[in-house]
C-alpha cells in the first residue's frame, strides 16, 4: 500500500486530512512552548495515562497497554511530544534515529476501534490540563494531529513487514481491539 493510499486510510476512518495534522507542529508559539515545555507534555502524558488505566469499564482497551508499564507508557509518550512539538530530540535520545510510530505500534492488536478511543482518552486529557485546557487553537490542532496520527498507525500496521516493525517482532495473537 502506498503512503498516499494510507493517507486516504487515515483521512477516511478519522476524518482528518494528513494536512490538516501537520499544523500542530507548526504553530507559533510551538506547543512545546505553549504548554509549558517539557514539565507541560509530562503533565499531559500523566494524565492521559491517568485515564487509561482508569479506564475499567474497557478492559480491552487496558488490554493493548498490558505488556509495558504505566511509567514507561508516560515516558515514552512524553519524550515523543515534546521532541514532535517543538522541543528537545528526547525521543530520539531513548529510542534512536527514526520514531517509526507506525513500527512501534504494529505489534499490538489495534484497530479503529482503539484508536478513536486512544484519542477520546487525549481529548479529556487537554481538557484537564492546567495550561492546554485554556488553549483552543492548540487543543483544536492536537485533536487533529492525534486523530490523523492514530488512524495512519492502524492502517500501516496491517501492512507492515517483519523488518518494519521496531516496537517487536511478533505481533500479539489475540483479539484485535
Keep these: 500500500m502506498s503512503k498516499q493510499e494510507l ?24 506547543v512545546y512552548e505553549r504548554i509549558g515545555k517539557e514539565d507541560g507534555f509530562l503533565k499531559l502524558s500523566q ?22 508499564t504505566k511509567s514507561s507508557a508516560i ?7 515534546v521532541q514532535t512539538f517543538g522541543g ?18 504494529a505489534n499490538f492488536n489495534i484497530g479503529h476501534r482503539s484508536a478513536s478511543h486512544w484519542v477520546e482518552h487525549m481529548k479529556h486529557a487537554m481538557e484537564n490540563h492546567d495550561i492546554l485546557g485554556k488553549d483552543d487553537e492548540a487543543k483544536k490542532h ?16 496491517e501492512y507492515m513487514r517483519e523488518d518494519q516493525l521496531s516496537g517487536g517482532t511478533q505481533l500479539d495473537p ?3 481491539w
Excluded at 17 to 23: A, G, N, Q
Excluded at 47 to 68: A, G, H, K, M, P
Design 174 to 176: 489475540g483479539q484485535n
Design 142 to 157: 492536537l485533536i487533529n494531529y492525534f486523530t490523523y496520527t492514530s488512524h495512519y498507525i492502524v492502517a500501516a500496521r
Design 88 to 105: 528537545p530530540a528526547l525521543y530520539r535520545e531513548k529510542k534512536g534515529k527514526y520514531t517509526r510510530l507506525a513500527g512501534r505500534h
Design 47 to 68: 494524565l492521559f495515562y491517568d485515564r487509561v488505566y482508569d479506564d475499567t469499564e474497557n478492559q480491552w482497551f487496558i488490554n493493548i497497554f498490558s505488556s509495558s
Design 75 to 81: 515516558d515514552n509518550q512524553y519524550r515523543f511530544l
Design 7 to 30: 493517507q486516504a486510510a487515515a483521512l477516511e476512518h478519522g476524518g482528518v486530512s494528513y494536512e490538516e495534522s501537520l499544523v500542530a507542529a507548526k504553530l507559533e508559539p510551538s
